[in-house]
């Protein structure tokens, strides 16, 4: 039987000095729409190396394997000179395009997708998380279980044979297999339903306060901003996608009213949609959010393009009307050592800018510098104080309760004590200050 949680990657065939299996080598197939930049980051996140690579046009597509018959013969040349292990095209494939692919190539081929997915799968830690991709991955295996069969048989040196009785039982299997994922989507799913209703119970217990969710592109450095912000510990690590779930913390325990910071996992341009289905409860969190900040990456070469897909899946959640704080995020990575001269001085001073044409406005810091993002959690404290409705009230003295609740869940920016009772100067929701019945004690 197909084991659903076996690696999509190919196995490495060879063994360092140590004796230990070396780092898996591939060769990259992309298209000439997107640089294969990203595409290297994500297989390092994944210890693997790439022997090189292929361009192909997508003006001339193969609906056999979407590559043409002359790429794939470059990619075949590819793996013979550099012994690589196996292929990787940074496209979505059908299951057609991949079990063809990979018959002409005689190496396993796997495509974007599967890449992302089995980052994911590796990157899971929580329960929820971990059921999370475990359905997005069984969703991109079922209609390639076909191909997967041959591909996994490939890694594993072939099947021992190959006569008329081996496929038929073959064909009985995978469906055998099919049979056995669907059964066990199903009850991920059921699982997943239960999941969002503690996730819908979690977040009526905080409707009473703000929320703040920093969304950006993966590795943009949301968690160590979130870490900072709220003086916490979240796992922050520089890989992509270190962060499959919402992490919630209180901005500051002396903000009246009470407003928290959500991390939430983070984008990538072309992400499977299987993914984003299987993390619809994850993300749910931005619906609920008053304000976002946006995290970019701006010592990132690619930072725009980063910007602009972030940008782009807000556009896809429909939250692209919540209010926004842009934040470029690692500028310490574009000072320039004093040591270097006025040439270096004047080659960060020209990134630094280019930076900020990127995102005019943004807001520049280092999460790595408490001072910086000090100010940062000054500007969001404010936009939520601008946003208050101002009142002026007297609360007599026998209501000390409602005094409290002033204090909790308003910001006070006045208290006298008078004959009557307490003058308060207070700025606050207006769904709150209705429910505490504020009007009636307004001077």
Request: net charge positive; charged share 30%; with cysteine.
């Amino acid at each position: 039987m197909l084991e659903a949680n076996e690696s999509l990657l190919p196995k490495s065939t060879k063994k360092g000095p140590d004796g230990r299996v070396a780092r898996l080598n591939v060769i990259c197939v992309g298209t000439e729409d997107h640089p294969l930049d990203e595409l290297i980051r994500l297989l390092d996140t994944l210890g693997t190396n790439v022997a090189g690579s292929v361009i192909a046009s997508t003006r001339k597509i193969s609906p056999a394997t979407y590559i043409t018959q002359g790429k794939l013969e470059s990619a075949k040349a590819l793996l013979e000179s550099t012994g690589a292990d196996g292929v990787v095209v940074d496209v979505e494939l059908s299951p057609n395009q991949l079990r063809n692919a990979e018959a002409f190539l005689g190496k396993p081929v796997i495509d974007r997708p599967g890449v992302i997915i089995e980052i994911f799968s590796n990157h899971a830690r929580t329960k929820e998380s971990k059921t999370q991709v475990e359905l997005a991955r069984l969703e991109y295996i079922l209609p390639r279980l076909a191909h997967l069969w041959s591909h996994f048989e490939r890694q594993r040196g072939g099947s021992g044979g190959g006569g008329a009785g081996q496929r038929g039982m073959g064909e009985k299997q995978i469906e055998v297999d099919r049979r056995l994922v669907k059964k066990r989507m199903s009850v991920l799913r059921e699982r997943l339903k239960e999941v969002e209703k503690e996730r819908t119970i979690q977040r009526a217990k905080r409707k009473e306060v703000l929320k703040v969710a920093l969304v950006g592109y993966t590795n943009a450095g949301k968690s160590t901003l979130l870490n900072a912000l709220t003086r916490s510990k979240v796992l922050a690590e520089d890989k992509l996608f270190a962060t499959l779930d919402a992490s919630v913390r209180m901005l500051t325990p002396d903000s009246h009213p009470p407003v928290v910071a959500v991390d939430t996992v983070g984008f990538v341009s072309r992400l499977p949609p299987e993914l984003v289905a299987s993390f619809r409860s994850t993300l749910e969190e931005l619906h609920e959010a008053d304000l976002l900040v946006h995290v970019v990456d701006g010592s990132s070469p690619t930072a725009r393009e980063e910007l602009e897909v972030t940008v782009q899946v807000m556009k896809e959640l429909e939250v692209e009307n919540t209010p926004r704080i842009t934040v470029l995020n690692k500028m310490d990575l574009l000072r320039a050592d004093t040591a270097g001269g006025a040439g270096a001085l004047a080659q960060s001073l020209a990134r630094r800018n280019l930076a900020r044409i990127v995102a005019p406005g943004a807001f520049s810091l280092s999460a790595l510098n408490l001072e910086e993002v000090g100010r940062l959690r000054e500007v969001i404290l404010e936009h939520f104080k601008s946003k208050l409705e101002a009142y002026e009230i007297v609360v007599p003295y026998s209501e000390s309760k409602l005094e409290a609740l002033v204090h909790k869940h308003g910001s006070v920016d006045r208290v006298k004590h008078l004959e009557k009772g307490t003058f308060m100067r207070v700025r606050m929701e207006e769904q709150w200050a209705k429910k505490l019945g504020l009007d009636k004690y307004r001077t």
